[in-house]
């Protein structure tokens, strides 16, 4: 079961890498790896284990998190709505890839977090607002879908972690509140 001290924090160079696609078909080390990583997003989100495990929320997860530099992300978004358990994306996804994506940009207005960033970075994270993307799933068949808003930018988190980047190389050191015209700020 991952808990936090598998996952790697800013300093390691894993987070800086490029990571490699997968092969298909999935083997079945891969396939674990992703219900692995899927099982610490839904205990991450859940009171009771995250206390007992001492787990940080997360919905989104990348392997090269664990020190593994596979193209590989877990999503789990909850439902705002407390009353309806179905989330709005749940997937753990081979080599994502973005297809094409709106002119149209968004950002979370209160930034983004990141699971192996132990400090706030404040500051607009300015990101598509929507995205049509690819990926295997781990039935091993190919998946498009398109995602908008907070799925999108989660989607974007994860797949920068594929490529190396993380979430504050995106924030305007001048100023990080800087917005340009048309980006939707998402609450
Ligand atoms: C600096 N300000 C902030 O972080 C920030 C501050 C306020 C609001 C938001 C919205 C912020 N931003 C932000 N909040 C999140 N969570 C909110 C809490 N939640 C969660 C926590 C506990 C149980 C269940 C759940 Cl659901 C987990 C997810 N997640 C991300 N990101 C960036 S995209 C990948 C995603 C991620 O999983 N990061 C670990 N950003
Ligand atoms: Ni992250």
Redesign the pocket.
């Known amino acids: 079961m991952i808990t936090m001290e598998d996952i790697i924090r800013e300093g390691n160079p894993t987070l800086r890498e490029v990571a490699h696609e997968v092969t298909v078909p999935l083997s079945d080390e891969d396939i674990k790896l992703g219900q692995d990583m899927m099982e610490f997003l839904k205990n991450?989100?859940d009171?009771v284990k995250?206390e007992e495990l001492g787990l940080?929320?997360?919905?989104?997860?990348a392997a090269p998190q664990l020190d593994i530099s596979k193209r590989i992300i877990a999503v789990h978004v909850?439902n705002g709505d407390l009353e309806n358990p179905e989330p709005t994306l749940s997937a753990v996804m081979y080599n994502p890839k973005i297809l094409s994506h709106s002119v149209q940009d968004a950002c979370?207005g209160?930034?983004?977090?990141?699971?192996s960033v132990d400090r706030?970075?404040?500051g607009y994270v300015v990101r598509h607002n929507k995205i049509t993307l690819s990926y295997i799933d781990t039935d091993g068949v190919k998946q498009k879908i398109r995602l908008k808003n907070y799925e999108a930018?989660?989607v974007q988190?994860?797949i920068d972690h594929l490529n190396g980047v993380m979430?504050y190389d995106h924030i305007n050191p001048e100023n990080p509140y800087a917005l340009k015209d048309g980006v939707l700020v998402i609450e």
């Open positions: 991450s989100q009171p995250a940080r929320g997360g919905v989104g997860l909850p979370l209160e930034g983004e977090g990141c699971l706030e970075v404040p930018i989660v988190h994860e979430f």
